[in-house]
């Protein structure tokens, strides 16, 4: 059975940290391009950052670019979201997805073309 499991979310201020994880199990992830999307309450499922097998090509959203940072650690089947300099708007249910596809395309930030999906972490950042 194949599962990701999220962790780490939780209640920070602004300007904060916070550390996702993301637990894969029940298939080899190494290959596949593992991703992190968000959902705030009444909008929809937003691309937020995606790392290919090897972890050596990263993708972010514009929103995000330079205050997240995602790894994965290959040994471990864990993927990681490293959230720095957090601001109000990063509230949101935070989901890690996976699909077994190679390389960054025009497709990478597309919710419908993952395969797999964690059930959600809660982050919520207060002003």
């Known amino acids: 059975q194949v599962q990701l499991v999220e962790s780490g979310g939780g209640l920070v201020q602004a300007g904060g940290s916070l550390r996702l994880s993301c637990a894969a199990s029940?298939?080899?992830?190494?290959?596949?391009?593992m991703a992190w999307f968000r959902q705030a309450p009444g909008k929809e499922r937003e691309f937020v950052a995606a790392?290919?097998?090897?972890?050596?090509?990263?993708y972010y959203a514009d929103s995000v670019k330079g205050r997240f940072t995602i790894s994965r650690d290959n040994a471990k089947n864990t993927v990681y979201l490293q959230m720095n300099s957090l601001k109000p708007e990063d509230t949101a249910v935070y989901y890690c997805a996976a699909k077994a596809a190679r390389g960054i395309t025009t497709a990478t930030s597309l919710p419908r073309t993952y395969n797999y999906w964690g059930q959600g972490t809660q982050v919520t950042v207060s002003s």
């Open positions: 790392i290919t097998g090897s972890g050596s090509i990263t």
């Open positions: 029940g298939r080899t992830f190494s290959s596949d391009t």
